[in-house]
């Protein structure tokens, strides 16, 4: 088991980070700025 990092982490940390940034755009560059 991988604590840390997981599909399912990984993709609800991505779905906060556009529903917050909602109704602007974020590029890939932007999402792993901001995930980091």
Known sequence: MKPLNS????GVRALVLLSES???A?????LAL???
């Open 7 to 10: 599909p399912l982490e990984i």
């Open 22 to 24: 909602h109704p602007d």
């Open 34 to 36: 901001l995930d980091h």
């Open 26 to 30: 974020l590029d890939l560059a932007q």
